[in-house]
């Protein structure tokens, strides 16, 4: 099964996709912790891949696409994958129907988190990160404090702040989300695949609550 999760930077795409990836069995792909560790390296990639993160910039389509593309073929995957944060272009999502379909595979789902803009900010400034590549654990300091001030509970790492986690940043993702990525609701809704999820802080709704409900409207839908 191949999931493809949908939303603004920080409305949790990355949470909710890791519980549904556990309780699923399927792998959880995020773009963004792909590009992250490549950009940890050093050389050409890495450079050029961070130059466009820093700025809150997508990663131009031909090279998301090929790592993307080398990504899902890795033998973890052959059983689907959640896809968080890719597609994030209508071509990326064109690109992907055409990929999968040459080996005889679709997306089933694209599931959309809709979250308000000011929510988004509050919650993305106050988002730390485990510096444990192999953890990434996400916390929130308020809503999802670590036990330990600043020390992941999972790994002992320390928690730091994404480097585009930064108010002027996130603005910037935001602009990119409403000019590009805001049409891939609509571009899985033409294809009767799109499954939105509506929610605000206030409402006490949890990252569990919601990978719950995603995981009862599957059942009914398609397990
Ligand atoms: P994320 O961790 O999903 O918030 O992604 C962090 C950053 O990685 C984004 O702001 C983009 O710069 C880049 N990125 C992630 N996924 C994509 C994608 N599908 N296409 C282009 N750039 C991406």
């Known amino acids: 099964m191949y999931i493809v999760m949908l939303g603004k930077p920080g409305s949790g795409k990355g949470t909710v996709g890791k519980m549904l990836s556990e309780s699923l069995g399927i792998v959880h792909i995020s773009s963004g912790e792909l590009f992250r560790s490549y950009s940890k ?76 803009d000011q929510e988004i900010i509050s919650r993305i400034v106050k988002r730390r990160v485990c510096s444990n590549m192999d953890c990434g654990e996400v916390y929130n300091l308020e809503f999802k404090k670590p036990k330990v001030e600043g020390i992941c509970d999972k790994c002992g790492s320390k928690l730091i702040q994404r480097e585009d ?54 059942n009914k839908e398609m397990l």
């Open 41 to 116: 390296k050093t050389g050409k990639i890495g450079e050029e891949i961070d130059s466009y993160i820093v700025k809150g910039n997508l990663v131009p389509d031909n090279l998301t696409i090929e790592l993307l593309e080398k990504r899902l073929l890795e033998t973890d995957c052959k059983n689907g994958a959640i896809l968080d944060g890719f597609p994030r272009t209508v071509l990326q999502a064109q690109t992907l129907d055409t990929f999968l379909q040459k080996q005889g595979k679709k997306i089933n789902i694209a599931v959309e988190l809709d979250l308000a």
């Open 165 to 218: 986690d930064t108010i002027e940043t996130v603005q910037q993702r935001l602009k990119n989300y409403y000019e590009t990525s805001a049409k891939l609701a609509e571009y899985y809704k033409k294809q009767d695949l799109l499954y939105t999820v509506k929610f605000n802080l206030q409402s006490n709704k949890t990252s569990k609550d919601i990978a719950q409900e995603i995981k009862e409207y599957l």
